[in-house]
């Protein structure tokens, strides 16, 4: 491998600031454990100084922010302002896949299953009425449903709602992370995560990643507290349903435009239903993250991966 000069760009405003350094510190670690020679930079005021400096722009970037910035597309669309190359999907195709009900919809229209779900603003509540609203939901959806921001990322805002009485302090919850909510009928099953990587002969998925927490819901704290959640590399699922979430992450992949890498989070219901739940155009790289743990039983390295990841970004150039 060539010594590349790359940044990996982490931090950022969002919710998600401290699981994205975290991810940046790991990754930058694995990268220079593969000879690159690697920056970190926060996306602060100084970064367009960075980029506009042709003796300060590397020859590649890594986008390993969460949440807003990092997958809604608008570091990308700054990264393509500036040709600079960079790993991951490009600002147009980040759009489709951070809006949940978007992807959710473009996979439910070639026959994918996907769990029913309403999006309700909030001036929606507001304007006829919040009580009104919430038993038209129930009526609609039935319980238990998820509620879950309409964009964002790390479960933030995400609830699982079993009684009636539950739901409007579990709405006001949800919607300090959006003014839109997605409601979600809930659908008992194994969830699963999926690793798509992209490399000269089109999307890979590597080997699904079972999240079993032992509070029985994947949220913030599961997600980012060692010993909270069990995970099982490859997944414990029948060899039908082991390639069938592989086919559907690909397709994911592909329908929505992605490069270079994705996630994507399925349900396995107990008569073999796969389910698609969402995508993530900037996966995880902490040490409970669960791309590098699908990486691993692939038998890969992350420093490699992303490494192999960086040279196509640069082979293909700026937009």
């Given at each position: 491998m060539s010594d590349r000069w790359v940044a990996v760009l982490s931090?950022?405003?969002?919710?998600?600031?401290?699981?994205?350094?975290?991810?940046?510190r790991r990754l930058s670690a694995a990268l220079r454990s593969v000879g690159l020679t690697v920056d970190e930079w926060d996306t602060d005021s100084g970064l367009l100084e960075r980029l506009r400096s042709s003796a300060n722009r590397p020859e590649a970037v890594v986008v390993a922010l969460h949440g807003g910035e990092g997958e809604n597309g608008s570091i990308q669309s700054i990264l393509e302002m500036f040709g600079v190359p960079y790993v991951g999907t490009d600002s147009r195709a980040c759009r489709w896949a951070w809006d949940r009900p978007i992807a959710k919809a473009e996979l439910a229209r070639v026959g994918l299953a996907t769990p029913d779900w309403v999006v309700?603003?909030?001036?929606?509540?507001?304007?006829?009425?919040a009580?009104?609203?919430?038993?038209?939901?129930?009526?609609?959806?039935?319980?238990?449903?998820?509620?879950k921001p309409e964009q964002g990322?790390?479960?933030?805002?995400?609830?699982?709602?079993?009684?009636?009485?539950e739901l409007p302090s579990a709405m006001v919850g949800c919607l300090a992370y959006g003014d839109t909510v997605m409601a979600e009928q809930y659908v008992d099953g194994v969830e699963v995560a999926i690793g798509v990587l992209e490399g000269p002969f089109g999307p890979e998925a590597l080997p699904a990643v079972e999240i079993s927490?032992?509070?029985?819901?994947?949220?913030?704290?599961a997600r980012y507290t060692a010993?909270?959640?069990?995970?099982?590399?490859?997944?414990?699922?029948?060899?039908?349903?082991?390639?069938?979430?592989?086919?559907?992450?690909?397709?994911?992949?592909?329908?929505?435009g992605l490069r270079d890498v994705s996630r994507t989070t399925a349900i396995v219901t107990p008569?073999?239903?796969?389910?698609f739940l969402q995508v993530n155009v900037s996966p995880g790289l902490t040490e409970t993250s669960l791309l590098p743990m699908a990486i691993e039983a692939a038998g890969r390295s992350l420093g490699d991966t992303?490494?192999?990841?960086?040279?196509?970004?640069?082979a293909r150039g700026p937009r």
């Open positions: 931090g950022g405003l969002s919710h998600e600031r401290d699981i994205s350094l975290r991810s940046g309700l603003p909030h001036s929606t509540f507001r304007d006829l009425g009580q009104a609203v919430l038993d038209a939901l129930v009526d609609r959806i039935g319980l238990p449903l998820v509620l990322g790390s479960a933030l805002g995400t609830q699982v709602v079993r009684e009636a009485s927490p032992t509070t029985g819901i994947y949220d913030y704290t010993g909270l959640t069990e995970f099982h590399t490859p997944a414990r699922l029948t060899p039908a349903a082991t390639t069938e979430v592989a086919e559907l992450a690909v397709a994911a992949h592909r329908l929505l008569d073999g239903t796969v389910n992303f490494a192999a990841l960086i040279e196509q970004a640069v």
